[in-house]
């Protein structure tokens, strides 16, 4: 079944130690969107890439970056991740582009915890 | 500044009878609106959505309603089911339709 795969889906890091989470689809979809989501709260957008193309959202801190090598693989790396970064990503995709109405596929998220 | 709010965070309901769930927006730019259903574990999945240009879109047990004048939409669940049971996200649209803006959610519980 083509759909959107994360791993790990729950990952335990240090304070202050680099992780990097990943993201894989089989809908080769254009989009492909990271999310932070904390309990009860609305999933964050963190950044997307449009293709090749990344639009990263203007609150989103420098701690957080994003990959693309190709159309199937997102990754997202917390180069110092805090206390304050645990929480659930969320990885989705969108067929997108202008004029393409498109619901989001999202993956089932990896939980992030910091110790 | 959460443009899409769901101001309830949980909602019980007995099977059979209806649950509504609200929304409400702040940008009339939106044009298109979604729900999604996540249970526990799991990401979030589609359920429904509607164009800017309707006021209602129902697909089996479930209807959206958009009420433009007052930024408002609801989802209707007729009847409700135990396996309704999740969280129900409001999403919207804008012109980038790229960029999805989401509500904190509501939790539904269906008691048999």
């Known amino acids: 079944d083509a759909m959107v795969i994360q791993n790990p889906r729950y990952q335990v890091t240090q304070f202050g130690k680099p992780v990097t989470l990943s993201c894989s689809q089989t809908?080769?979809?254009?989009?492909m969107y990271w999310y932070q989501q904390k309990s009860s709260q609305a999933p964050k957008l963190l950044f997307h890439?449009?293709?090749?193309?990344?639009?990263n959202e203007a609150d989103t801190p420098d701690n957080f970056q994003s990959r693309r090598p190709n159309t199937s693989f997102c990754f997202l790396d917390i180069r110092s991740p805090g206390l304050g970064d645990a929480a659930m990503y969320l990885c989705?995709?969108?067929?997108?582009?202008?004029?393409?109405?498109?619901?989001?596929?999202f993956g089932p998220g990896t939980r992030l915890t910091v110790t | 500044d959460q443009q899409v709010k769901q101001n309830s965070p949980s909602l019980s309901v007995q099977e059979g009878r209806i649950s509504i769930l609200n929304c409400d927006y702040t940008?009339?730019?939106?044009?298109?609106f979604l729900w999604y259903k996540k249970y526990p574990a799991e990401g979030p999945t589609f359920l429904i959505s509607?164009?800017?240009?309707?006021d209602k879109n129902e697909d089996g047990r479930f209807t959206v309603f958009l009420n433009k004048s007052a930024k408002h939409l609801s989802l209707h669940i007729v009847p409700s089911q135990p396996g309704d049971s999740a969280v129900y996200f409001c999403?919207?649209?804008?012109?980038?339709?790229?960029?999805?803006?989401f509500g904190s959610g509501t939790k539904l519980n269906v008691k048999p």
């Open positions: 989705a995709t969108s067929r997108g582009g202008p004029g393409k109405l498109s619901e989001q596929y």
């Open positions: 809908l080769n979809h254009n989009v």
């Open positions: 890439y449009y293709d090749k193309d990344f639009n």
């Open positions: 940008n009339s730019m939106f044009d298109y």
């Open positions: 509607i164009s800017s240009i309707k």
């Open positions: 999403a919207a649209i804008g012109d980038n339709f790229n960029k999805f803006y």
